[in-house]
Antibody, heavy 119, light 107 residues
Framework: QVQLHESGPGLVKPSETLALTCIVS????????WTWVRQSPGKGLEWIGY???????KYSPSLESRVTISLDTSRNQFSLRLTSATAADTAAYYC?????????????WGQGTTVTVSS | DIQMTQSPSSLSACVGDRVTLTCRAS??????LNWYQHKAGKAPKLLIY???SLQSGVPSRFSASGSGTDFTLTIGSLQPDDFGIYYC?????????FGQGTEVEIK
């Protein structure tokens, strides 16, 4: 059974870097694509970007200048870094697997972690 | 970017009702359309992938159809556990995008 678990600080100061990790169990991160999605308070789901099984990444244009998603194959985890955080980055952040055989649907999700950007 | 528009934005229905949600893409996405159910405080749950394929473990009262730009999700007989926000999601082109959601309330 594939499971994902997000970890990282729940509070980030403005202008600092928001950094989260998604620990994957039950599957090798080298075999799938992986993605991050967030939900700001009172809003819908927003796709942040994905990293491929080979480590290449694609991002939302609205975040591309600040975001990096990368693989850590030695630890079977992947990470999100969002620089120059602002209050607008306050959200619940979810990691998920993109399943190519399922039309790249997000078939397995982490439980989510809430990040607040505030001084 | 491909814009995804869902309607209605919310609905309230009785247990046993047949409920239909719609999703429209701003340009054609073939069958790269997925549906999720999201309940507060929980992870979103994949219901349908590839426009019409039922995810394993999802009750058969959920069905979906469509191709190109117009898609529907139908709950054949609404159950108490079906409350939540339903999102469509296109995985045809980067940036992947979600609809704004349809909130389903049980009367």
């Amino acid at each position: 059974q594939v499971q994902l678990h997000e970890s990282g600080p729940g509070l980030v100061k403005p202008s600092e870097t928001l950094a989260l990790t998604c620990i994957v169990s039950g599957a090798s991160i080298s075999d799938y694509y992986w993605t991050w999605v967030r939900q700001s308070p009172g809003k819908g789901l927003e796709w942040i970007g994905y990293v491929s099984d080979g480590g290449s990444a694609k991002y939302s244009p609205s975040l591309e200048s600040r975001v990096t998603i990368s693989l850590d194959t030695s630890r079977n985890q992947f990470s999100l870094r969002l620089t120059s955080a602002t209050a607008a980055d306050t959200a619940a952040y979810y990691c998920a697997r993109l399943f190519g055989a399922y039309f790249y649907a997000l078939d397995v999700w982490g439980q989510g972690t809430t990040v607040t950007v505030s001084s | 970017d491909i814009q995804m528009t869902q309607s209605p934005s919310s609905l309230s229905a009785c247990v046993g009702d047949r409920v239909t949600l719609t999703c429209r893409a701003s340009r054609t996405i073939g069958n790269y359309l997925n549906w999720y159910q999201h309940k507060a405080g929980k992870a979103p749950k994949l219901l349908i992938y590839g426009a019409s394929s039922l995810q394993s473990g999802v009750p058969s009262r959920f069905s979906a159809s469509g191709s190109g730009t117009d898609f529907t999700l139908t709950i054949g007989s609404l159950q108490p556990d079906d409350f939540g926000i339903y999102y469509c999601h296109q995985s045809h082109s980067v940036p992947y995008t979600f609809g704004q959601g349809t909130e389903v309330e049980i009367k």
